[in-house]
């Protein structure tokens, strides 16, 4: 860690911040400049409140050097972490699609997509029971059915299914949901990673809208913190600017994931950017990036075409996607 | 509600559409343009899933006419709500300043600042016990017995207390407490809004770090559809490319609230700039723009300057801030 | 275009409004509704200052429904257009990598550099000469030098040359040079554009770091409105709150841009992402995401590692990238 | 400037750099940690490119840690500058109001808007001539023809007079201007910049829509690096994702930039905005966010109401906005 000192910083103040910095264990290198003096802090670094020392009248500017996030950083842990779920594998080389419908609406709905994604290639169910909506009054979800009509179609298909949890009070409906989501607007929604923290389930974590890539890292920590070690972190777009596409999808965060964690990076493309035609493409980009996997919303209902999601696909443009999907697999990792 | 359709729009397709539009009550009219045709919906569109609409392979574009929000919309309910803190009143006209430390430490410090702020003039004391932090190896707060502190200095005192709730299972420990605060990180939180929405003390609801005014009054509309009118709204930056400050404090917000609800408004620029320094200017231009009261810093603690927030005022600044607002709000409603 | 009016709408300010409407040639359809009047106005209403109308006390909203942009748009013109640059096609199917060094160094090294990207399958040579720079500072480029040496290149190497045009002032020099490229920073410099729509040389526009896909276009609007059709768009990265990469890069553009317009779309991963380790997985990511070029930094000078640019590829890297490139283009194309 | 280096840096490599770096007149401190090693570089820094150094193997990141402008900077000029219009000064306590027209139409408007906005208190009058435009189609202003008009306002009330230049070329018509106006989108036209240091006239130069505090210091620095210390600073809204308002009006650039810089300050509400109705409370936050000016849109013409603009002010609008904005400086400064 770098602590900047303002240019009028006397010697008895920076006596008494020396000597703060080592009774916390720390070692100090003082480098004094033209205009600026610089300390060097050398050691553990990662239990000082960066903005404790910024509140300092002394201090100009902190910068971390070590990361603040440990269990999640590939620094101390090197090796891909490879998640097994069912026996469906993600990270370290394994490839998976999830697939399925925004919402589960009906037994009939939601055996027939599995039946078609899985036959696509899919690996892995998703299907929304616990909706967040941005308004009180549009639909919230079949909230506790929703979770048997899932549970029901995994013990038909196989697949294992991923589902969203809002609230840790839910939590006992959960039971046997192979992953469970958090969603990008409870990213950093503490108390439920907490409780995440205590199981051992796989938790596929969203990054929120205008959330860092830091702090979707600092937020797996919360998870791995607490004893859970098993945390698929999810792209789903950002919010820029740009109001063509709902979001801006990141895609230079999947590389970027891989270089600071080693936990797996799967992309969303329906999502980000809430137009089906817009999915091929980039499912294909987020293959090409290097992504762990794809979660894509795909909708099976030929009779009611007004209930489909604007981000949906048909399970035949799904099929096409996956099919091309494998190629560039082998384009990139060749 | 007005739905373009896209050019290549069959007749039969574009008949099924509004035959399915008048089933749902509404009226239609049609515009037929040169390039694109355009469905004018008349009626109740509050319960049209814009989604739903977008996700038709005819549809290019939806744009509401009327908000989809409807208790906290100012169009039908023209008059400001002023909202009672135990005699403080904030809205329509009336003014407070909230003050008060960042965390609840000790006894001592709650209590010191309590009395310095009262002396200054503001209204309401706030004090962090439940504290959202980005990492899990920083202080959480002192949760439980932080309210317990802040409830004894509300007895000493009199004066109510704002203190920010981050679980729905935590309410227990808020009885007391006379505002309870939704923070930025949860401001879609909705499992908790709904539960807001059940009870009837005044719910300081602060906009997210990437959340559009629309999201906010979305979201005051969660905890009043509930049944609980009494929201307060609060401007705290938003999240844009610069990084001089920490969050960009978007003061154009509070006039147009003003327009389109009549809930109060108030705006926090400790959080929003992140720098002590920047507070009085900031709170200074908050009076200017119309809010209806202030979210303050103060920290009491010489004995301990490490543990001053970067953005915590001394009572001393408090006070000089204080008394400059009540002349500007002079200058800005006579 | 829809133009809603406020609630408080006089018959009187209506009819007013109505008839300046049919002046201008435009047939206008009223639908009343509940809470809101709507006008659609129907004809060409490209003429019409979208602000001028926004600037009526009685008009609370207006809605393009055509794109202003007319040239530009694939309605008016359905069929991709296709940019021969000495021989190598862009666009409609056809697919360049241009490549070369950030600035013209020396013969030396434009001569190396072309040498080797020509022998890994770049079609076409770039280097930059005028270089916009953040501070007054820092390098400049060698201006009418780097022309110069980028022309003997070209002899040498047979390859067409791209470089950045800073100043319309500066156009005599580049008489020889086969496409101009205005940078993001000009992307708005109406008087340049206008300038370079009076030539007939492919012009290659990139995104501003804060444009709009709309503004992108209407800056391609402004030189094919002065008669110059042969412009290629290029993305390269916006201005988000994200720190970890320079810009996002927003692939999403790609097939957003080739469903509103007929020019070709390429992609600079190089400044995009600043840093080179991330320029192969953003290379083929574009690629997959349907772009019809690439634009690569590269640079060779092994003897001096100490001026490559952070965001630049050895010769080496660079040819791996373009053979997966063009491996991914197969699963992408067939 | 401090530079981190990656992990796996060798000794070599690392001799290698502090020589380069010694050779270039700097002295280096080492400091060794845990997991990073830390060169602390003590000199004259601002030669450095740090794109140079990050293009480096072995350099994690790079810290400026004084800042890369010198002219613009407050650390080598503690003194505001006080720029002289003509007898109207701006900066160091003095204040003025820059008003006037979106453009400039006829003679008729002109004189009548600056009569009426010199009696409101007035210091300057502001009218386009050269309007950027985004679209090709839009009014491109009077240009020349729009300059005399301006100059014949100035005769005839004794205001100096405000206007924007688009093109270097454009110069000789700019001779009796007093104040020449940077557009938000040429703010980084550097070739631009670098012609207007060459003259001594006050440049008034607007931040561009995504750009840093510390870009548009670098920008100020071009001027000033040509000779020209005449520069006003003026902030008129930043690009985010908020669509409610035009742009985003940062209001705490203001005492940002007075701390880093001696330059005035000015706030344009009317651009930022692009709504007349928040161009008061948001002039009003300005004044009181310690402006150090306004430029402010003021449109006269009663029998056109279709040509006002939606951000312009009539002039009694605005004369109560000067009576309160003036009220404010007194609760300001006092």
Not at 147 to 162: D, F, H, N
Request: with cysteine; charged share 25%; aromatic share 4%.
């Amino acid at each position: 860690m770098v602590a900047v000192l303002k240019p009028g910083a006397t010697q008895q103040q920076i006596d008494n911040l020396v000597a703060w910095l080592k009774s916390r264990g720390l070692d100090v290198h003082i480098s004094v400049g033209r205009y600026r003096t610089i300390l060097g802090l050398i050691g553990d670094t990662s239990q000082i409140d960066i903005d404790l020392l910024l509140g300092l009248d002394i201090i100009e500017s902190v910068k971390r050097i070590s990361e603040p996030f440990k269990s999640a950083s590939r620094t101390f842990h090197p090796d891909d972490t490879v998640i097994d779920v069912a026996g469906r594998k993600i990270g370290g080389g394994h490839f998976q699609i999830i697939a399925g419908p925004c919402s589960v609406e009906s037994e009939e709905q939601i055996l027939n997509v599995a039946e078609s994604v899985k036959e696509a290639g899919a690996g892995l169910l998703r299907g929304g029971a616990f909706k967040p909506r941005t308004s009180p009054y549009d639909f919230q979800g079949l909230r506790a059915e929703g979770i048997e009509l899932l549970l029901e179609a995994k013990k038909r298909t196989g697949m294992p299914i991923v589902t969203e949890i809002m609230d840790a009070s839910h939590l006992p409906l959960f039971e046997e949901v192979d992953v469970i989501q958090v969603g990008a607007r409870n990213m950093q929604n503490f108390e439920l990673l907490k409780e995440l923290g205590k199981i051992r389930k796989p938790i596929l974590l969203k990054r929120g809208l205008a959330n860092t890539i830091k702090e979707l890292l600092m937020s797996a920590e919360y998870i791995m913190a607490g004893g859970n070690p098993n945390v698929i972190l999810c792209e789903r777009g950002i919010r820029t600017f740009e109001t063509y596409t709902r979001n801006t999808l990141d895609l230079s965060a999947v590389p970027l994931l891989h270089e600071l964690t080693h936990l797996p990076v799967i992309v969303d493309p329906s999502h980000a950017t809430g137009q089906a035609r817009l999915v091929r493409p980039m499912a294909l980009a987020a293959a090409a990036a290097g992504a762990d996997g794809l979660m894509i919303e795909v909708h099976n209902n030929p009779l009611c075409a007004l209930c489909d999601g604007p981000q949906s696909l048909t399970p035949e443009q799904f099929a096409d996607v996956a099919r091309r999907v494998w190629k560039i697999r082998e384009a990139v990792t060749e």
